[in-house]
């Protein structure tokens, strides 16, 4: 839930001009989370959100480009947390993972910018991972699983 809610958090800042920790509040209870202020507050810590002026000329929260970037290592730590099961279909890569995780770990491997990887499209448990080619998909999955789980064939 957390990890929906800090993804949640990151859409409404980069989609409108939330200037304050109520109007946050406010949008995500309109987006079906109940939170407090001192939960946006340590949400907003956790994910590095700055002040910057809008178009309006008053200061709302942003995303620093700098928050946005993941760890290849951080992303293994939270893959292993959700990781259900992994499949391979030549150059097409399915990972299950528990339910309301997909979306997350999606966005992280596409933060991570990986080379051969042309998209990724994320469910509720389900990520679909497309290369460019089957070399590509064996290469990703072996870095994305660290060799823990054997990649199938």
Known sequence: MKEQRLMRIRELVSQQEIET??????ALEDSGFAVTQATISRDIKELQLIKVVGTNGRYKYAIPVIASSVTLDTLRRKLADVFVS?????NLVVIKVLPGNAQAIGFMIDSMNQAG???TIAGDDTILLVCQDDDAAMRL???????DRKPVE
Do not use: D, P, S, W
Request: proline share 0%; charged share 25%; aromatic share 0%.
């Open 117 to 119: 990887l042309l998209g």
């Open 21 to 26: 920790q109520e109007e946050l509040v406010r």
């Open 141 to 147: 999955l072996e870095t994305l699983l660290q060799n």
């Open 86 to 90: 992994q499949a391979r279909a030549q």
